[in-house]
């Protein structure tokens, strides 16, 4: 039990955050110059990189058969998991320094229910492996051999997922890199997706290979929840792309929640999440990437990056768009 001393210097740190939350909200610097998608409008479906194009015409056409939109998030990302030739997802994509692909994957749904899978081998959708975790055990997370062995008995299939093309760019990597891992691939992508459905229920999800050529057993901010994803169906939701290291730290998705739930708009909400990687003395920052994309109940849109290069398919009104991201480091 707290002790009176304990509880009254609790109750002044949480006053004195609230007054600090309610000033940066006045401080301009804080405050979004732009403003979103703005209409506000639903469903709607927002999700990383140009592989969410087709990934979001798969999403929407969930919602509009009426579906939730966990189901809509879940259809949605196993496109890219299952096109051998995008490279940073699911199959075909680039492996790890020793060249097995290894995956990891969240969801998150409007009840605030999660799963997910992390450091799990020959699926090639974590993604559904990570809903049957939420949906059918006691669990949040299943790691690598157990996350497998789950998988099996639940009907998946096991299979080969470093394709040829993949196997071929790590035989290269070999060469150059002389088995050195790298801090970030340009190019390599995950999937994170958010999607209100008709009902204006709130659901996201992630999925990724991780970073290219990491060493073995490493993972990224994708499986795990409030880093690659963060779902409140009261407030809203947000998830990241980029070095996973820098989104674990910072906690990124739950804070864009926690800021969106202040009164931070998704896209002041995105900028302050990048603004904390930015500042927080990180040698060679210049050399990641982190990428954010978040909507809010309402169903206005942000996204924020740490350097050029990012864009997000939004997917609202009818029209499925690429759009580029503003950035951090100009
Ligand atoms: C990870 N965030 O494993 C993922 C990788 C990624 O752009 O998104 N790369 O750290």
Known sequence: MLNRRKFISRSAITSLSVLFGTQLLKNKSYAS?????????????????????????EAMRVIMEG????????????????????????????????GKVTLDASIMDETGNCGSVCFLEHIVHPISVARLVMDNTPHIML??????????????????????????????????????????????????????????????????????????????????????LYVDNNVGGATATGTGELVIRTVGSFLIVELMRNGYTPQAACEEAVRRI??????????????????????????????????????????????DSDNYFK
């Open 67 to 98: 579906g939730r939109a966990v189901e809509a998030v879940e259809a949605g990302v196993r496109v890219p998991e299952g096109d051998p030739d995008n490279m940073s997802v699911g199959l075909g994509g680039l492996p790890d320094r020793d």
């Open 143 to 228: 790691a690598g051999e157990g996350a497998l062995q789950f998988a099996l008995e639940n009907g998946f299939k096991k299979e080969n997922l470093l394709t040829p093309k993949a196997k071929k760019a790590w035989e290269e990597w070999k060469k150059k890199a002389k088995y050195e891992p790298v801090p970030n691939i340009e190019n390599h992508d995950t999937i994170g997706m958010l999607a209100i459905d008709q009902k204006g229920n709130l659901s996201g999800a992630c999925t990724t290979s991780g970073l290219a050529y990491k060493i073995r057993g490493r993972v990224g901010d994708s499986p795990i929840i409030g880093a690659g």
């Open 33 to 57: 110059t732009t403003p979103g998608n703005g209409e506000g409008t639903k469903p709607l479906v927002i999700s990383t990189w140009r592989h969410g194009i087709p990934a979001n015409e």
């Open 278 to 323: 930015a500042n927080a003395n990180i040698p060679d920052i210049h050399k990641h990437q982190v990428g954010y994309i978040a909507v809010n109940k309402a169903g206005e849109t942000g996204a924020y990056c740490l350097k050029p290069g990012f864009n997000y398919a939004l997917f609202v009104n009818g029209k499925n768009e690429l759009v």
